[in-house]
């Protein structure tokens, strides 16, 4: 699974609410790709949770 975050980021913290190992809100969201596998169903929650809709599994 691949994940990656589109322009349009608010830094609103949902993401990184749901899963803060893989989602880290700075200026806008930093995704880390390391922590991904393992966390599939937390990512997949994040993406549709997002308020904005740029989070994207690939």
Do not use: H, L, Q, W
Not at 7 to 21: F, K, L, R, Y
Not at 24 to 42: H, M
Not at 51 to 56: K, L, N
């Amino acid at each position: 699974m691949k994940v990656r975050i589109e322009d349009g980021c608010i830094a609103c913290g949902a993401c990184e609410s749901i899963c803060e190992d893989v989602f880290t809100v700075e200026d806008v969201v930093v995704v880390n790709e390391g922590s991904v596998s393992g966390n599939e169903e937390a990512v997949k929650e994040a993406a549709e949770a997002c308020p904005v809709s740029v989070i994207i599994i690939d």
